[in-house]
């Protein structure tokens, strides 16, 4: 197969370490991490925090087999309140945080990831209702250093599988704009070796090869993907999987805003309504205004007056 450059960078390249018996995922993002943290003034720890869970959604593309939408997200009680990332079975990905400005501010700069989230959880959902199936979540607490050591932890816990991953988020020196990456790796149970010291041993070795990649190495294009692969793993024997495409992109539309309105009582839409009697609604994924005009708005209005007269407890 033909291997992935540097500069197709947001793709999920999946490989398999054979003399190991090790899967993994390398994903480089660019257009739609500055899609996505382009929406919004996001302050840096911010942005970085975000720019990794995009990293860490887009490592289950081509992984998980669904049709419809998966996301990550993270809620917290501390200054960086919500993270959610969500990507479709096609790679299309978006994201959103909201945090407290004024909390932040009040911390230092270089802020870790547990102070900035305080206690919290992940949540990881596929919902599949569009395409006729259910929701199936799992939810762990928001334990360890990183995000990323929340996401091996609910591999580890949930499913059974070790796993180590390394993600780097940050400014392209070039260009100063945002680039995110990162590398997964989990062990395949009951296959390689028959002796489990054995398999344990080839673990350690590759989560220790891991270590060594530098953020210049997952971020750069100086490097193409399978480059940085055979210079960590080529004792491994490193066998590459045709890549999955990522996207930027957001579901969001009319149709969808009108419907989420028909939901709020007559008090709050008219409390909502402009002075000239229109209703603007801004996507908080990725900022795209929408305007509802005053006869629309009088029409949601009038829906919601009879709804009301039909349940009185609305």
């Given at each position: 197969?033909?291997a ?119 949540a ?6 569009a ?37 780097a ?22 296959e ?6 054995e398999r ?115």
């Amino acid at each position: 197969m033909a291997a992935v450059s540097g500069r197709e960078r947001d793709v999920v390249q999946p490989f398999l370490l054979e003399q190991a018996s090790v899967r993994g995922r390398f994903v480089r993002l660019c257009e739609t991490v500055r899609y996505v943290l382009g929406a919004h003034a996001y302050p840096p720890p911010v942005a970085r925090q975000l720019g990794e869970l995009l990293v860490l959604a887009a490592t289950f593309v081509g992984a998980l087999k669904f049709q419809g939408t998966f996301s990550l997200q993270v809620r917290g009680e501390g200054p960086l309140s919500l993270l959610v990332v969500d990507v479709t079975n096609d790679g299309t990905m978006r994201g959103y945080a909201a945090f407290a400005a004024d909390r932040l501010a009040a911390l230092e700069e270089d802020i870790p990831c547990a102070r900035l989230f305080g206690s919290g959880v992940l949540a990881l959902t596929v919902d599949q209702r569009a395409a006729g199936g259910g929701i199936h979540q799992g939810v762990v607490r928001l334990d360890g250093e990183s995000l990323a050591e929340a996401v091996g932890t609910y591999f580890r816990k949930s499913e059974q599988l070790p796993t180590a991953i390394r993600v780097a988020s940050g400014l392209d020196p070039l260009d100063g704009r945002w680039r995110a990456a990162g590398l997964i790796l989990q062990a395949m149970p009951g296959e390689g070796s028959a002796d489990p010291e054995e398999r344990r041993e080839h673990w350690r070795r590759v989560v220790m090869l891991l270590a060594t990649v530098s953020e210049a190495e997952l971020l750069g294009d100086h490097l193409a993907i399978e480059q940085v692969l055979f210079r960590l793993f080529h004792e491994e024997g490193v066998r590459l999987f045709p890549p999955a495409t990522v996207r930027p992109g957001c579901s969001c539309e009319k149709a969808r805003v009108l419907e989420l309105l028909r939901g709020f009582p007559r008090e709050e839409l008219a409390a909502m309504r402009l002075e000239d009697g229109a209703i603007e609604a801004v996507c908080e994924f990725c900022g795209r205004r929408y305007r509802l005009g005053p006869e629309e708005v009088e029409g949601l209005l009038h829906r919601a007056k009879d709804a009301a007269a039909r349940d009185p407890a609305r």
